[in-house]
Each structure stands twice: as C-alpha cells, then as structure tokens.
C-alpha cells in the first residue's frame, strides 16, 4: 500500500492540504489532518458543499462531532457508498480513511487530475495560490461595515479602493518600434538617460495598475486590428507590410489634405452667414500654421470684408476721438455710453441686414450664372449642329449646276469606298482572328493565374493561422521545459532512474508472479472440484446400480437381504462423513477469516479508540455541567431545574473480537 498512500499524498497536496515531507504514509495521519484533506477534495468537487465545512477541528467536543456527522453527510452526498460517520473522521481506521480517500481522489474534476500531473513551477504555484485567495475572498459574503471583524475590514473595506483614472505611459518598446535605422542610437539614449520610469511617469501612484492595463489593451487590440486588417486586406493587396503601410499613411495625408483645403476654400463662402463650424475650422488651421499670434497672420478676404473693416475702424477712431477729456459726472458718462451702445447696435443690426441681402444677392447671381452658362453651352452646341448642316448643304448647292458629271464622280467615290471597306475588312479578319485567339489564351490564363492566386492566399492563410498556432504551441511548451528545468534543479541529486525503473520492475514481477499463483490455485481448484464431481456421479452411479442388484437378490435370500441393509446403512455413512468434511472446511476457513478480523482490529487500536471515546465523552459531560451551571447562574435566585438528560453520542460500531464458539 505504499505506493498507493504517495499518490494519495501528492494528490491531497494538489488541491491545497498542508502535509508535512515526512508524512508518507495514511496512517500517520492525525483527525485534523484527515478533516482537513476531506474539506479541501469536497471544495474542489462541489464548491457550493465544501464551502460550509470548516478545514480544522473546533475545541468543543460536541462541536468537533457535528463538524464529523456534517463531513459524513457531505460525503454521502458526494456519492460515497462505503460506510461513514462521524467515527470515520474522529477515531481513524487506516482502511476506512484509505478508501475514503481514493473515492475523493477519484471524483475530483478532469482539470484538477490533469494540472495534478503538470509540473508545479514557482511561476505556476504562484499562479495558483492568487487563484485560491481571489476564489476565498469572493466565496465570502459581503457583510455591513458594523457587522465585520478586523480582517473582513482588511478585505471588505475602501481604504484600498480607487477609481480607475489611466493616464499615457512612455514605454521603451512602444518608442523603438516606429523609429528609423538612422535615429535608433539617438533613441538608445534618451531611454536610457532621459526617459524616467515608469512609476515616475504618473502623477498619483494609484494610477499606476489602471495605467499599465490601459496601455497593454491599447497595443493589444492594435495588434488585434492589424492582424485582422492585414489577413483580410493586406494580402489581397499583394504587398509587403511596410508597404501597405505607407500607402495607407500616404491615402491618410491625402485625404486630411483634401478636407482642410476644401473647408479653406467653402469657409470664405459661408463668412456672411457667420456658421459656428468656422471657428473650429480656423483654430484647426492654426494649428497648422504654428503658434503665431492672430493678429499676425494675413487672412485673405473679398472687398465688402475690407470695406466693413475700414467703416469699423473709422467708427472706433470717432468713438475714441469722441470721448472727452474732461471730467464729467457719472450719470452722464452712463447715460453717453449706453447711447453710443444703442447707436452701435443699431449700425450692426443694420450691417448684419446688409450682409444677409448682399449674400441672398450673391448667391442668387450665382444661380443665374449657372443657368445661363449652361444655356449658353446648349446653344453653342446647336449652333455647331447647324453650322455643319449648312456647310453640308453649301456643298450640296455647289454642286448642282454639273450633276451628272458629279453623280458619277459620287458613284465613282462610293464605289472606290465601298471596295476600300470591302478591302479593309478583309484585312481586319485577318488580324482579328489571330488577336482574337491571342485575347482567349491570355484570358485563360488570366483566369488560372487568379485561380492560382487565390489558392495561394488561402495557403497563405492557412499558413499564417498554422504560425500563430505554433508559436503559441511553442510558447507553451518553453514555459514547461523552464518549469522542468527548474524542478530537475530542486530534486535531490543523490536518486537515480535506475533505482525507481528496478522499484517499478519489481513490482510488475511481483504482480505477474501473484497472477501466476493465482492462476495455478485456480486451475487447482477447478481440477479438485471436476475430480469431487467425477467421483460424486460415479459413486451415486454405483450405488445405483448395486443397490438394484441386491434388491432383486434380497427377494429371494435373506442373507442378501442383510446386505442390502448393511449397504443402505453404509451409503449414508459415507454421506454423513462427506457433509461433516465439508463442515471442517467451512469453520477452518471462518476461523481464517476472524483471525483476519482480529489481525484487523488489533491494527486498527480498537483499544485506543475506546479510550478517546471514554475521554470524549468525559469532557462532554463535564461541558454538559458547565453550562447547567452557567444556566442556574444567569436565572439567579429561580428554583433549580429539574437536570436535563447528559449528551448521548452514538457509539460507533466497534467489533467485539473474541473466540470463536
């Protein structure tokens, strides 16, 4: 059973049971220890039914067997069929927790048996042990601030909250990525003399998670879109990535260009009207054009923006000229100003007018240009129609005077064309058959060469999905050989191969030779029992037979017919002897079994576990009176109760060995 106790072992510290390295053995294991490592299996095979037991013993006595009836009950919920109580927990027999055991290694989850046979690196036992903690502290109920102890405050409380504020982080690889060859050692330095840390970066340090987050989605879903973008476009493009790139970045300038100019040009048309969207159109400009003050950059604008800027500028000479210079009291500088302000707002209501009329005009002269244009150009294109017309019928009246001198010369032209048509096409088949067949073939193979493309570029898909799923394959498989590396450097040096392949080998001969032996009693047994038949049938058989041979002989002589007694007397003899036989063998082999059982209980220290029980029960008693006591106490001066009965366990089914009647 040894072996068979280390892959309980291992198993049981797979899924979180602190045993000590000289444990190696179930019966060494200690009631705490089996309750523990019954908890931690159930909590891995139903969460929800292991997240009520408690993973250690309390004080109480009484408490420590509820804790095994509901560790029991939990089992046979489970699906354990053995039998089970709150004995199998608190006074261990080594079978009983043995087989317990293998039924709970054998119902944990697929995941668990198979991350038990990974290997435990520090990055992976690290991994899981933040698994653990984040599943704990989410299995525990939230409770009101008033309601929690000292640690629920450390894990339930807002002293550690904060809102997710990111702010944009420098990062070297995120700075070396776009950078040319000419500028990658002007770089080099300023990462490593000029750029700061990265927690030095932020402004509050409690940014620092949120930020880090924020930039690793960031470059990972751009990742996510260029992969995407490049298998579904890029390839059908037939370029490289840097390529297609700058053509992408070359169509982006592009258009950014196309819009600003053509906002600069519509800007000027729309000034009358005085849109909101202009403003955010120049300060985009600006933006352009530098950090140059307004009043320094040259606007081009039409003469009625000049004429109204002159006519503004006059009226802000003549106000300021206006004001006097004397001193004036208060009432008549207020009543001056909101004069000059009612007058100002009059010129500029009207101005506004004059602008809305003069850009109604404008655009209603625009109009009209445009239908007249294109009415010009519908008559200009008639009157080209009718030009040729009439120089088709000038021709026509010149030649009337001579016409039948030029009705043959027309015959004559018509004829010579007609031939030279006749001639031309003759030659034109015979240049078009040949291109004809030439246009077909190229088109073939136009076609096979799409077709050849297209299955190129699903090969290349293909291909492109089969590197990705390598290299994570191959990733994966580095982060095992690392962790493999790292524990064949932590296992003792001094054990070799050979020692556990010759353990192994042993073992395997020694169940080969068990099999054998008991093949061979077996087939022993089997021969013994067709013998006893045999000799079974011949012996009724014969008995048969003599006894029909003596009976018809025992008619007529009375010697014969003694016999005939003397035979049916010594046929159940020989019955009795064999029934008493085959009792001998049933008692030898019951006493072979309850010599088994007391081997069995003696290793199972029956007396020992009396002894806890008597102890236990003791101290259930004596907490039985301390808390009558403490009852009389609280009522005071009441009369005493009459005392309830003591607390009565079960006692578990303890075999009583003795010798056998």
């Given at each position: 059973m040894e072996e068979v106790d280390k892959i309980l072992i291992h198993a049981l510290k797979q899924v979180g049971t602190e045993l000590s390295e000289e444990t190696d053995s179930v019966k060494q294991f200690s009631s705490e220890l089996i309750v523990e490592a019954a908890v931690r299996c159930i909590r891995v095979i139903d969460p929800g039914l292991g997240s009520a037991l408690p993973t250690s013993l309390p004080p109480g006595m009484s408490a420590r067997f509820r804790v095994g009836m509901s560790l029991a009950q939990a089992c046979q919920d489970i699906g354990y069929k053995g039998e089970i109580g709150y004995q199998t927990f608190l006074y261990s027999n080594v079978s009983e927790i043995r087989s317990l055991f293998m039924f709970l290694v054998e119902k944990l989850p697929r995941e668990s048996a198979e991350a038990s046979d990974q290997p435990t690196g520090k990055s992976v036992v690290l991994q899981r042990a933040i698994v653990a903690a984040i599943k704990a502290q989410l299995a525990v109920p939230w409770l009101p601030p008033n309601c929690r102890l000292p640690l629920q405050c450390d894990t339930q409380g807002v002293g550690a909250l904060h809102t997710f504020h990111a702010q944009p982080l420098s990062l070297p690889h995120c700075c070396t990525k776009n950078t040319d060859k000419k500028h990658q050692k002007e770089v080099k330095d300023y990462l490593r003399d000029v750029l700061p840390p990265v927690t030095s970066q932020l402004s509050h340090q409690s940014s620092l998670v949120s930020s880090i987050l924020e930039q690793h989605t960031a470059e990972l879903s751009a990742a996510q879109e260029w992969d995407n973008e490049w298998k579904s476009q890029g390839l059908l493009s037939r370029l490289t990535p840097q390529e297609y790139r700058s053509r992408k970045l070359t169509r982006l300038h592009k258009r950014i260009k196309e819009q600003l100019s053509s906002a600069a040009v519509s800007s000027p048309e729309r000034a009358f009207?005085?849109?909101?969207?202009?403003?955010?159109?120049?300060?985009?400009?600006?933006?352009?054009?530098g950090a140059a003050p307004s009043d320094q950059i040259l606007v081009k604008g039409t003469h009625f923006v000049h004429s109204q800027k002159f006519a503004f500028t006059q009226e802000d000479a003549a106000v300021t000229s206006s004001i006097p210079t004397g001193r004036q009291a208060e009432g008549d500088v207020q009543l001056s100003q909101q004069e000059e302000l009612s007058s100002l707002q009059q010129q500029f209501q009207l101005l506004c007018s004059e602008a809305d009329q003069l850009a109604a005009d404008i655009k209603h002269?625009?109009?009209?240009?445009?239908?007249?244009?294109?009415?010009?150009?519908?008559?200009?294109?008639?009157?080209?129609?009718?030009?040729e017309k009439m120089q088709v019928k000038k021709k026509t009246i010149g030649l009337l005077p001579d016409v039948d001198d030029n009705l043959v010369k027309l015959q004559d032209l018509v004829e010579a064309s007609a031939k030279r048509v006749v001639n031309l096409a003759c030659q034109w088949e015979k240049h078009r058959a040949p291109l004809i067949d030439e246009h077909r073939r190229l088109k073939e193979i136009c076609s096979s060469q799409e077709l050849e493309s297209s299955r190129k570029l699903s090969e290349i898909k293909?291909?492109?999905?089969?590197?990705?799923?390598?290299?994570?394959?191959a990733k994966k498989k580095?982060?095992?050989?690392?962790?493999?590396?790292?524990?064949?450097?932590?296992?003792?040096?001094?054990?070799?191969?050979?020692?556990?392949?010759?353990?192994?080998?042993?073992?395997?001969?020694?169940?080969?030779?068990?099999?054998?032996?008991?093949?061979?009693?077996?087939?022993?047994?089997?021969?013994?029992q067709k013998e006893i038949n045999t000799l079974t049938g011949k012996l009724d058989r014969t008995f048969a037979v003599t006894d029909e041979l003596v009976f018809k002989d025992a008619k007529k002589d009375e010697s014969v017919r003694k016999s005939y007694k003397y035979l049916a007397a010594l046929h159940e003899n020989c019955n009795q002897l064999i029934q008493t036989i085959e009792d001998t063998g049933t008692i030898l082999r019951e006493i072979r079994d309850l010599e088994e059982q007391i081997e069995t209980e003696n290793g199972n220290k029956t007396v020992a576990n009396l002894e806890r029980i008597l102890d236990d029960y003791k101290s259930i008693r004596q907490e039985n009176s301390a808390l009558a006591a403490k009852v009389r106490e609280a009522e005071g001066g009441a009369p005493p109760l009459t005392p309830s009965p003591p607390f009565h366990l079960p006692l578990p089914s303890l075999c009583s060995v003795g010798p056998p009647e």
């Open positions: 009207g005085a849109p909101c969207s202009t403003s955010d159109l120049s300060e985009v400009l600006q933006t352009f054009r002269i625009i109009f009209t240009n445009a239908q007249v244009s294109d009415e010009l150009k519908q008559r200009e294109v008639g009157n080209s129609e009718k030009e293909s291909l492109h999905d089969k590197i990705i799923v390598s290299t994570e394959e580095e982060e095992t050989y690392k962790q493999l590396v790292t524990e064949l450097e932590n296992l003792p040096q001094d054990v070799s191969r050979s020692a556990y392949t010759q353990r192994i080998l042993e073992i395997v001969g020694n169940i080969k030779k068990q099999k054998e032996e008991i093949t061979k009693i077996l087939s022993d047994t089997k021969e013994l």
